[in-house]
């Protein structure tokens, strides 16, 4: 009976060494993704334009304009024609798609394009970042949690008088 191989070990590579290229991958990986989080949170008070900013988010993620236009089906050429600042302003259906293959927010890339984007309220932006440190919720959770800040708030209320 024939003992089966594994490519690696066809190749002459050791078991140690292809586990540690599968690490160096990963870390590649994670790294890119690393890159990617970085550009996404430059602030939209970046000089850099719309194309430019795409361009470095796909080659930061290593993909080809062939490679996005077969993940979302946007034409190669259109594509670069952003890109290269031919088109200013593409679609904002255009753009979600890109900020969903990219990871990064909507909001981004319609300010670049120079569509209106309405700024949160401090109350918004509060209730947000409570909202983040609860994590998903159920209705009843969240009934509950009102109610305890009514009672808090009516606790207050009487220590004030």
Known sequence: MRRL??????LGISATRRR??????????????AVCIMVSS?????????????????ETQGFSLRD???KIE????????????KVKSPSPVML????TLYGVPYEHLMGRAGYPISAPTPLAQSASKIFHRFGDISQ???????DYLGFLRSRARRGKK
Not at 21 to 29: E, G, L, Y
Not at 74 to 85: R, V
């Open 20 to 33: 540690d290229h599968r690490k160096c991958a990963n870390f590649i990986c994670l790294t890119s993704q």
């Open 96 to 99: 979600h798609k890109l900020a």
């Open 68 to 70: 996005v236009q077969s």
């Open 5 to 10: 191989r594994s490519p690696g070990a066809r």
């Open 140 to 146: 009843e959770e969240e009934d509950q949690l009102l």
């Open 74 to 85: 946007i034409s190669n050429a259109f594509l670069s024609q952003i890109e290269s600042g």
């Open 42 to 58: 430059m602030g939209s008070d970046d000089n850099k334009p719309l194309g430019a900013y795409l361009k470095l988010l796909r």
